[in-house]
Structures are given as C-alpha cells and as structure tokens.
C-alpha cells in the first residue's frame, strides 16, 4: 500500500542557553527519526513523557521546526515548503488536540469554532459553510441545533467530539490525535475512540496516535512505534509489539499496563526500571536506555551497551528494533505476558 507520510532520519533539534549565559546546549527532541504510514492506515506512537512523541508529531505537519531529514506527505517533500504551498498541504493535516478544554476558544461559539478551517481554506458563503457545520457535529455525535453555544456549555467528551469535527471540516487525509482520551473519564474515552475507528473505516482516513494509554493504541493501530530519547527503538504491526516485545524498554511498558485476568496479573512479572529518564540535554552514549535496562548485565554484553550505539535493524516477523540483543530479549523468560487480543472491535 502506498505511504501517504514518511519522514527520513528527522531531526528537531533546539538550543537551550547555558548556565549564566554560558555556551548554548542542544537539545535533541527528535533525533534522526524514520516512519513510514501507508494511506488508509494508524499509526500508534508510544513512550514516555519528554521522550518527543508530539515535538515529532509536529514536526510532520509543520508546526515545529526541522533541522534535519526530511518530511513526505503524499510523495512530496514538505520539508522546506512556506507561503500558499504549506498552506495548501496543511489543508489535507489536522490535529486534534490533548486537552478540550483549552483547544477550543471560549468566547466563540461552535458554528464559528467548527466553520473556521472552512472559512480559512474554501470560499464557500456563509449558509453552505453553516450547513457543512451542522453536517460534521451529527457526524460526531453532536445535535446541530447547539451550533450557537459556547465550549464552556458542553461536557469534556463532547467538546472533545467538537474538536474531532473542526479536524474533519476540510476533508482531511491524514489526522494527527495528540492525547485525545487522556482528559476523559475511562467510559467517554471508550466513545471518543469507537467514534474515530468508526470515521477511519467510513471516511478512508490515515492516523498517526500519540497516546500513553497502549490499550487505546492496540484498539486503533496497524502499527505501533516505541520512542525512547528522541529515538523510535521499536516499530512493526502492532500485534507482533504487543505479543512478543522485542526491545526491553517495550517490555517495560507492556509491564505496566492491566491485564483483564487476575489471575495472569498476578502470576506476570512486574518490571519496575530504575532511575529517571535521562535529560535531553545529557544523552546517554551507546544505546539510550543501557542505563535503565534490566535486561543489559544477563543477556548482553555491558561494555557494547554503553559504548556502541544499535541501529534499527530488521527482524524476521517485520519489525525494526533497535537493540543489540533484540531475539534474545524476545524470548527473555521475563518477558510479560501480554494482553490477549479483544474479542470485539470496539471499547467497551
């Protein structure tokens, strides 16, 4: 299937002025990152806070600076684009944001919240683009005939729904969700997430989710990206992620979601990984996470660890890992169980 983005080795790199305005300090956010999602398809990017999953996402739709690599959006380069050429291409590239309560303006009303990319991208008069409007807010769920009131009037799911409607208001290709469930109550969540599968299968639309919650990422993805400093360490289908890490820093994270068997979350292994992530401004040498890995003194060898860092190679299922004992890690016998695959395609 054909690739509607990709970017090679991207780069966002940022100086930081120094101690006492000292020598300027790079920070790495996103350092030489490599992805590839196939038109129709979703991408789920994982990791921890500060590990630049959303200065990455950003980067793809422009909204923050590239100083290295490139970006390709439909099989042309937007790396370098400004003026009427971004905008054109931004018109095919919404997001929809973390926190509803702070993505939508107060003091406007949702006719013009959601009306406004219209009036920004399209010359349509003011009764088709209100017609438009209140086509998007049944599409997600809202009744049209509260396009005259105020975010502050809407609960936090719905206004969540408005945002979903203002991303779809030029037609897009390619959504980026930044966080969309994290601000929700668990059962919301479940909606907002059945409403965007459900608007992927109708409207043919491309994904790329920026979550920490992995069960919302295994109930949308085709793949699944781990990042880690500024770096993808995993990235495959999402099924071989979630059923046979093979990048300890994965394990970890598996490692720290519930599993629906109490019985199975009890008999797994916890694996607790020591010290905090190591700033941006400091990256460890070698591999990234040598200094976290748990696995590193049993299955490698810690002086490779510390000074040679892995590239992202090939593994047989299709997956691209960047460890230097990735099989081995694969088959560790504290490897956590994973969560069984749900029997529904839709939340509970």
Avoid: W
């Avoid at 290709?173 to 994290?182: G, K, M, N, P």
């Avoid at 993805?221 to 820093?249: C, K, N, Q, T």
């Avoid at 994965?250 to 720290?256: E, G, I, N, P, Y």
Wanted: glycine share 8%; net charge positive; hydrophobic share 35%.
């Amino acid at each position: 299937m054909t690739a509607l983005l990709e970017t090679d080795d991207l780069e966002v790199h940022y100086k930081k002025s120094g101690l006492l305005g000292g020598e300027r300090e790079v920070v790495r956010a996103v350092d030489g990152v490599s992805i590839r999602i196939r038109q129709g398809e979703c991408l789920g990017l994982v990791g921890e806070s500060g590990c630049g999953k959303s200065t990455l996402g950003r980067a793809l739709l422009r909204a923050a600076p590239i100083t290295g690599g490139s970006v390709r959006f439909g099989g042309t380069d937007i790396t370098r684009l400004s003026g009427r050429s971004l905008r054109t291409v931004r018109s095919r590239m919404q997001m929809v944001f973390q926190d509803p309560y702070g993505s939508l303006d107060p003091k406007m009303p949702v006719e013009e919240i959601v009306g406004e990319p219209i009036r920004t991208h399209q010359r349509v008069g003011r009764a088709v683009r209100r017609t438009r409007v209140g086509e998007l807010l049944e599409t997600v769920g809202i009744d049209p005939a509260r396009m005259g009131d105020r975010p502050h009037q809407f609960s936090g799911g719905q206004r969540q729904r408005i945002a979903i409607a203002r991303a779809l208001a030029v037609r897009p290709e390619f959504i980026l969700c930044d966080e969309v469930t994290s601000a929700l109550d668990v059962s919301i969540r479940a909606q907002i997430l059945n409403l965007l599968k459900e608007l992927r299968q109708e409207h043919g639309l491309t994904f790329l989710m920026i979550s920490h919650d992995l069960g919302s990422l295994r109930h949308l993805s085709d793949d699944i990206g781990v990042m880690y400093l500024g770096r993808i360490v995993e990235l495959g289908p999402a099924r071989a992620v979630f059923d046979a890490p093979a990048h300890p820093y994965t394990q970890s994270l598996l490692s720290a979601m519930p599993l629906p068997d109490p019985d199975k979350e009890r008999a797994r292994n916890r694996i607790v990984l020591k010290d905090d992530v190591p700033s941006p401004l400091a990256i460890p040498s070698g591999c990234r996470f040598h200094t976290r890995c748990f696995l590193r003194d049993r299955l490698g060898t810690p002086d490779r660890c510390a000074a040679q860092e892995p590239a992202l190679r090939p593994l047989p299922d299709g997956r691209t890992v960047a460890c230097h004992f990735a099989e081995e890690a694969a088959a560790a016998p504290s490897r956590p169980a994973s969560q069984p695959a749900p029997e529904t395609d839709r939340c509970p």
